[in-house]
Each structure stands twice: as C-alpha cells, then as structure tokens.
C-alpha cells in the first residue's frame, strides 16, 4: 500500500510539474513588457524604434512561443507605416519558420498571409511591367519566371502551393484577350487588388476592441467592447472561441491576443501611458 501511495504520489508529482512548466512555457508577461515599451514608442511616432524592439524580443527570446508574434508586429510596422517591403518580408519569414506549438502556430499562419500579400505586390509589379512591354498579360503566371521577371519559386505561396492566377478581356475591347488578371491563393481569402485596403484594415483591426472585465481566476473568460460601442459589451469570451471573425488566442488577467487572418489585436487591460 504504502509503495502504490507513493507512485501515485510521485505521478501526482510529475504531472503537476508539467502543468507548472507548461504554464511557464507559455507565459505572456515577458512579450507584454516588449510590447508596452514598443506602444509607448508608436504613441510618440517613432514607429521605427518600436520595430526595433520587437526586432530584439524575437532574436532574445528564440524559444518563446510569442517570438513569432514579435516577429509578424514587427513585419506590419515596416511595410505598413515604414514602406520597408524587404525587411518586413525578413521579419514575417522568420515567424512562419518558428517552430511548431499550439500557440505559435497561431502567428506563423498571419505570418503567411503577410508574406502572400508582399509576394502577391511583386509579381503584380511584374506582370504591369509585363503588360507594357507586350500591351498584355501572360496567358501564364511561370511565363514571369521564363523570361527572367521572377524567380520559379516565387509563383508558389507561402504554403507551398502554385498562385492561382487567370487572364481576361475588357467589355469595352472583347476581341482582344489578356487585359485584365485575376491573382489569388487557395490558402488565403482576397486577391492581389486589396493590399492597400488590408494595409489599412489592419490598422483599425488592431484598436477595434478594449476590455471591460477579465475574470480574476484561470481559465479566463473576458468581456470586450468595440470601440466605436463602449457602452455594449460584448458576450463574454475565452481561448479558443470566436467575436465574430476574430479568434481568441489568449487571455491573461491583464491582457488578451485576437487573431482574424492577418490581423491581429492585443488588448491591454491597462492603458499604456
């Protein structure tokens, strides 16, 4: 009896250690303090030392589930408010390569979609370069690649399957074929056309909400409202559920992470001065 109490206390033991580390694994305080350094720095306009720091929880903190969140903010502040395509194609690279868990996986998806959106304003380059040239577009996308405007591997998504991409005539000129195009991917809503406006989007996404209440005990359930209705809650919330498009990926006693494709929001309980 007393050998069976105490294996059934040791495995007590070790499944509450594992619920301690895995806890521990996934703590948000440490990205929070990063990412209310980087607040301060955008309210005061200095969207490009926000990035830096951002840039810098991501490279310190390698094995933090919340690096590849660091990483994809980081990305959306250089093509959005710096127009810095390359380096934030850097930054949402290195988060879909992030490995694998629950959480990060969240991240590395929105890190797709930005890297499907600046692949897709490339190749739009390419084929108005294109159309200029020959006074229409390729009847095939690997036609860019043949004849040196873009590499083979970029005509493939970020998640590894071709664009899809079509040709089509004017209403105004239906004799003439190939002048207009459509350029879309399977793995993500909208086509190359909208880029502009989910630059945008992306930005109002991001103070759409503001917290109302949080419960005080794990697991937490919280209460949001929308900015532009202070005054209706919405229906309390937990991990995993959904406020209308968006996810709720995490909820701290102090802070929660929606996700809605490649949009992504982080509520403060507490406003960052």
């Not at 202070?230 to 006693?253: C, D, F, M, W, Y």
Request: hydrophobic share 45%; proline share 7%.
């Amino acid at each position: 009896m007393r050998q069976i109490a105490r294996d059934g206390w040791i495995a007590a033991a070790v499944v509450l250690a594992a619920a301690v580390y895995a806890d521990a694994a996934d703590d948000l305080t440490p990205f929070l303090h990063a990412h209310r350094r980087a607040v301060k720095l955008i309210n005061g306009k200095n969207n490009l030392d926000a990035a830096k720091v951002y840039g810098a929880f991501a490279a310190q903190q390698v094995d933090n589930p919340y690096a590849p969140l660091a990483s994809v903010i980081r990305g959306i502040i250089l093509r959005r408010d710096l127009n810095k395509s390359k380096e934030a194609a850097a930054a949402f690279a290195l988060a879909a390569k992030a490995p694998e868990t629950p959480i990060a996986n969240e991240f590395r998806n929105a890190a797709r979609i930005w890297l499907l959106r600046l692949q897709m304003e490339a190749i739009d380059a390419a084929l108005r370069a294109y159309y200029i040239d020959k006074v229409e577009y390729p009847k095939k996308l690997d036609e860019l690649a043949r004849r040196g405007r873009m590499k083979p591997e970029q005509l493939i998504d970020p998640w590894g399957d071709p664009l899809k991409y079509s040709t089509g005539r004017l209403r105004i000129a239906p004799a003439i074929p190939q002048q207009t195009y459509s350029l879309r991917s399977g793995n993500a809503e909208g086509d190359s056309r909208q880029f502009k406006r989910i630059l945008k989007e992306s930005a109002a996404f991001e103070g759409r909400y503001s917290i109302k209440a949080i419960t005080t005990k794990p697991p937490f359930k919280v209460v949001l409202a929308r900015i532009d209705q202070p005054n209706k809650p919405l229906p309390p919330a937990s991990e995993g559920t959904r406020i209308g498009s968006a996810k709720v990926v995490r909820v701290t006693h102090d802070a929660v992470i929606l996700i809605d494709g490649e949009f992504i929001a982080i509520c403060l309980r507490r406003p960052v001065l």
